[in-house]
């Protein structure tokens, strides 16, 4: 018999212990990097209560609304260092992609429900009483057309110091 028959006709056996070895090394690897993925904020989600198990009425969450609003634009100043005032109308050709300020003339209207007011204090005020009525009531903050970051945080601040815990924003209504 030649040699190529005789190892053809060997049974060969396969070993088992370098897999089985393999085997735990690779799952000791992947559980050694492993990075679970923290949660980065809180998403308060309002479910109804009347469906499931519990078949108690929900009470409707009564919100604050804020609506914010533009009533005379003003005029586009150039930016300017700290502590100086901007004093240079801004020139939407030469410069675009500089952002700008805007003059002491830009007037906007804050809305509460039906009371309306263009005064800034007035507004937080106003939350406070609210809040005091109703400690857990939100509030949210509708920015309309016109109205940019600056606005928008001088009321979320606002919010803030009439201690409101949840604060939302209304989407565009583009």
Known sequence: MSELSRIATEESKLEMTPMIDVTFLLL????????FKTLEGKLAAYLPKD??????????IEKVEITVRVIR???????????????????????????????????????IGPRKT??????ADR??????????????IDA????????V?????????ADFKEVTFVGSYE
């Open 51 to 60: 469906v499931g198990v519990n078949t108690s009425q929900a009470e409707p």
């Open 28 to 35: 000791i690897f992947f559980m050694c990097t492993l990075k």
């Open 144 to 151: 309309r057309k016109g109205v940019v970051y600056e606005d």
């Open 127 to 140: 939350l406070k009483q609210l809040h005091g009525v109703n400690k857990e009531r939100p509030a949210t």
């Open 153 to 161: 945080i001088q009321v979320l601040d606002s919010a803030m110091n």
């Open 73 to 111: 634009e003003g005029t586009k100043m150039k930016p300017v260092k700290d502590g100086q005032t901007p004093t240079e109308r801004w020139d939407p050709d030469l410069d675009a992609k500089r952002r700008y300020v805007f003059g002491s003339d830009r007037v906007l209207e804050y809305a």
């Open 118 to 123: 263009q005064s800034l204090s007035e507004l």
